[in-house]
Nanobody, 119 residues
Framework: QVQLVESGGGLVQPGGSLRLSCAASGPIFSIVVMGWYRQAPGKQRELVAAITKGGSTNYADSVKGRFTISRNNAQTTAYLQMNSLKPEDTAVYYC?????????????WGQGTQVSVSS
């Protein structure tokens, strides 16, 4: 199992920025995708952004042009740069890592970090 530790959440005013980090440890060589989901109160968890081992990225339509996902060269840490934040971005953000192991894909999850956008 990959362990994921998130940091960087907090309270920010509309239009502000935050950067989330997700540090992975364990069998990181097996990770094929890292990304972020979020879940707002009363809503389903939704994919925010993802980055593959090869560097391809994918974003939810609601965050395109505002959020950027990236990774360090060692592929041990993923980042989510969030700009022009809106109140509707308020949610708990969860980092995940998808591994390919034993001929199957397995998702590991972080503990979640709260992002609140409010004036």
């Amino acid at each position: 199992q990959v362990q994921l530790v998130e940091s960087g959440g907090g309270l920010v005013q509309p239009g502000g920025s935050l950067r989330l980090s997700c540090a992975a440890s364990g069998p990181i060589f097996s990770i094929v995708v890292m990304g972020w989901y979020r879940q707002a109160p009363g809503k389903q968890r939704e994919l925010v952004a993802a980055i593959t081992k090869g560097g391809s990225t994918n974003y939810a339509d609601s965050v395109k042009g505002r959020f950027t996902i990236s990774r360090n060269n060692a592929q041990t840490t993923a980042y989510l740069q969030m700009n022009s934040l809106k109140p509707e971005d308020t949610a708990v953000y969860y980092c995940y890592a998808r591994r390919f192991t034993n001929s199957d894909y397995v998702d590991d999850w972080g503990q979640g970090t709260q992002v609140s956008v409010s004036s």
